[in-house]
């Protein structure tokens, strides 16, 4: 079974910025198409990023798109997501995901999940 580590939340201010980590574990072996997706108390899991296994392909939501850039070192098997310009808005638990195939989803059909980490943006 694979397990997603991540790590880099925390708090920051508005227009500051954060680096998100994502490593699996596990069959470490096997690249994965990932994303990253962000849920608060009371809402819907929300898409924020996603990458292809080449990392030749990106995606992003709409409200992150210019501020924030997700990437991956497959040496490492580490995905990033490199978060610029910080709104209150962005304030949410992340979650890594990762799927075992070439192509990255804009939706939540992964395989594996991390456990998430908070980031918390003040005004």
């Known amino acids: 079974q694979v397990q997603l580590v991540e790590s880099g939340g925390g708090l920051v201010q508005a227009g500051g910025s954060l680096r998100l980590s994502c490593a699996p574990s596990?069959?470490?072996?096997?690249?994965?198409?990932m994303a990253w997706f962000r849920q608060t108390p009371g809402k819907e899991r929300e898409f924020v990023a996603a990458i292809n296994r080449a990392g030749d392909w990106t995606s992003y939501a709409d409200s992150v798109k210019g501020r924030f850039t997700i990437s991956r070192d497959n040496t490492k098997n580490t995905v990033y997501l490199q978060m610029n310009s910080l709104k209150p808005e962005d304030t949410a638990v992340y979650y890594c995901?990762?799927?075992?195939?070439?192509?990255?989803?804009?939706?939540?059909?992964?395989?594996?999940w991390g456990q998430g980490t908070q980031v918390t943006v003040s005004s």
């Open positions: 596990g069959r470490t072996s096997i690249t994965y198409a």
């Open positions: 995901a990762a799927r075992p195939y070439n192509r990255a989803l804009v939706t939540s059909t992964y395989d594996y």
